[in-house]
Structure formats: structure tokens, C-alpha cells
């Protein structure tokens, strides 16, 4: 613990520096992950909450919309109003590809703004004075904005990628049906070493490609650490996503629960009962946001152990800076 003195003369005890790029044991990475977490708690739920709850509001919307007509398709399947050839073509159906697609969108937007406020965050911790105490949108703004460019890029070269990988799949299959096996494994290795892109190529000044030939590289060279690293923060986040989802759970089972017995039920029918489903699909939705920052700073902090470990980030830099002195 360190203890400073501010402008006006009052004390305040910091904990020590938790650096991005230092070689960690799996248990430090973890516990350094929650570590940051916990001491920087107010400026993420502040800003997450400030960017994110306003999509939430239109994302509920989408989602509980897609759950409603899936669970009416199902309802009329089952009560002989619909049958397998017609169904493709019902206003249900419809309505579920339409909401599935707004609700993909959605999460997609959710998802880069998220990654970009947390690794905006994170590298602001380490290079701000007083770190992240008393920090403003104003000092975050120029940083967000390039860390959002540059996830559209990442992303957009992911989607082509995914589609160059999907095509090869289908290539194999079509040439022998057991190469699906083949292709289910390569896929399995090669996804979790990706996972590394994104921090790389928002913390680093490296192209798009770049970013991902390093990811693979360094994730195979590391492939043990990433892979518990995610396996146990998923678990992580999903058991506390739980908390937020099962509410909104319980209410749509019980409305479809009744649904299917009585399509005129006056209480799930309800203005009341909707916008209480709607509610409870923003917390789910305004929830998940927050758990998942977790997984993403576990995996940045996987990214500093790699690229320190590998690549020994730090010294480099050091003597690249001495050069240019």
C-alpha cells in the first residue's frame, strides 16, 4: 500500500500498480483480473452504465421480441395452427428472424463499445496520474472513439475470416463427411488463441492482419493459459449472469407456461405484465454488460502475461524508447 497526499492536504492509501505486461501464474492472472475490478468498480459501473444502459432499453426490446415469437411459433405448432410446410412463411417467423436479427446487431454494437470502455480504462490505469480516481469522459473520449474504430475493423476482417473458415469446411465435409471432425477441432484450437486480437490490436500499434498472426502465435505459444483463463472467467461470468437472467427467465416460462393453455390469459396478456417482462429483459441484457467486462479483463491481463513471457514486451519497448532519446 502507498499513501498519498492530495492538493488538499488529505491522505489517501493506494494499492500497488497491477501492471498489464508481467509474467503471471494462472491464479495471479485471475486474482489480478478481480484485483483491478474491485479497485476501479465505480469508473467502470459509471461508464458502462452511461454507454450501455441506453442500448439496453432498444436491445430488451429486440430480444424479448424474438422470444415471444419463437414461443408463439412453438404455440401454434403445438395447437395445429401451423404445420412444417407453412411455417417458414408465418408473420411469426417473420417477426423472429427480423427481432433475431436486431437483437445480433445489438449485441454486436453492446459487445465493441464494451471491450473498447474496459481496455480504454485499463490502459488509462496505467498511464494517468492518480489512474482512474476522479477520471472523466473527457479524458476517455479520444481513446473510446480509436479503440471503437478499430474494433469495427477487427471485426469486419473476423467476419471474413469466419467466412473463408466456414467455406473450407464445407469443402471438407462435402469431400468426406468425417472431415466435419476435423474441422470441429481446428475450429476449437484456433478460436481461443483469436481471442488475444482483440487486445493486441487495441493496446498495440499493429495492423489488423498483424494483430491476428500475432494472436495465433502467442496463443499457441500459451495455449494452456488462455484456455483455462477463459474456460473458469466464462464459468465465472455465467454463474453470475444467472443473477440477472433468471428473473426474466421465470417470467417468460411462466407466460409461455400459460400461453399454451390459454392464449387469451388475461394476466400475461397485460400492459402491466409486458412491461414487466420488458424491465426485467433490460436488467438481463444491462447485467450481462457488466459481468462480461470480467471476462475481458482477464483476457487482457492473459494478453500482458503472453506477450511479456514471449515477446518480452516491456523490455523492448524500453530499449525502443532509449533509441529514441
Not at 275 to 294: D, P
Request: net charge neutral; with cysteine; proline share 2%.
Amino acid at each position: 500500500m502507498e499513501i498519498t497526499v492530495d492538493a488538499e492536504g488529505r491522505q489517501h492509501i493506494q494499492r500497488p500498480l497491477i501492471p498489464l505486461y508481467k509474467v503471471r501464474k494462472f491464479g495471479e492472472k485471475i486474482s489480478d483480473t478481480f484485483a483491478f475490478i474491485g479497485e476501479n468498480i465505480r469508473p467502470l459501473f459509471k461508464y458502462i452504465t452511461y454507454l450501455l444502459l441506453p442500448l439496453c432499453l432498444f436491445q430488451a426490446l429486440a430480444f424479448n421480441g424474438l422470444m415471444s415469437n419463437y414461443f408463439s411459433t412453438i404455440g401454434n405448432l403445438a395447437g395445429g395452427k401451423l404445420d412444417n410446410d407453412n411455417m417458414f412463411f408465418s408473420d411469426g417467423m417473420q417477426g423472429m428472424l427480423g427481432n433475431f436479427i436486431l437483437t445480433m446487431l445489438f449485441y454486436t454494437v453492446g459487445s465493441l463499445i464494451l471491450v473498447s470502455l474496459v481496455y480504454a480504462l485499463m490502459y488509462l490505469y496505467e498511464h494517468r496520474e492518480g489512474r482512474l480516481s476522479d477520471i472523466t469522459f473527457s479524458e476517455i473520449r479520444s481513446l473510446l472513439t480509436r479503440n471503437i474504430k478499430r474494433g469495427v475493423i477487427l471485426t469486419l476482417v473476423g467476419l471474413v475470416i469466419a467466412l473463408l473458415f466456414f467455406a473450407w469446411v464445407f469443402l471438407m465435409v462435402m469431400a468426406s463427411p468425417y472431415m466435419f471432425v476435423v474441422a470441429y477441432i481446428v475450429g476449437l484450437l484456433i478460436i481461443f488463441p483469436l481471442s488475444l486480437a482483440v487486445p493486441i490490436y487495441l493496446f498495440e500499434h499493429v495492423n489488423v492482419l498483424e494483430a491476428y498472426f500475432k494472436a495465433i502465435r502467442l496463443g499457441f505459444k500459451t495455449f494452456g493459459g488462455v484456455l483455462a483463463v477463459v474456460i473458469v472467467l466464462s464459468l465465472i461470468v455465467g454463474i453470475l449472469q444467472m443473477i440477472t437472467t433468471l428473473p426474466w427467465e421465470i417470467a417468460m416460462i411462466f407466460k409461455t407456461g400459460l400461453g399454451l393453455d390459454s392464449a387469451d390469459n388475461a394476466f400475461t396478456s397485460s400492459v402491466g405484465y409486458s412491461f414487466m417482462t420488458y424491465i426485467l429483459g433490460v436488467i438481463q441484457c444491462y447485467g450481462a454488460y457488466l459481468v462480461y467486462a470480467i471476462l475481458f479483463v482477464g483476457i487482457a491481463y492473459q494478453y500482458g502475461h503472453a506477450s511479456e513471457k514471449i515477446d518480452r514486451f516491456t523490455v523492448e519497448n524500453d530499449i525502443e524508447h532509449f533509441e529514441t532519446l
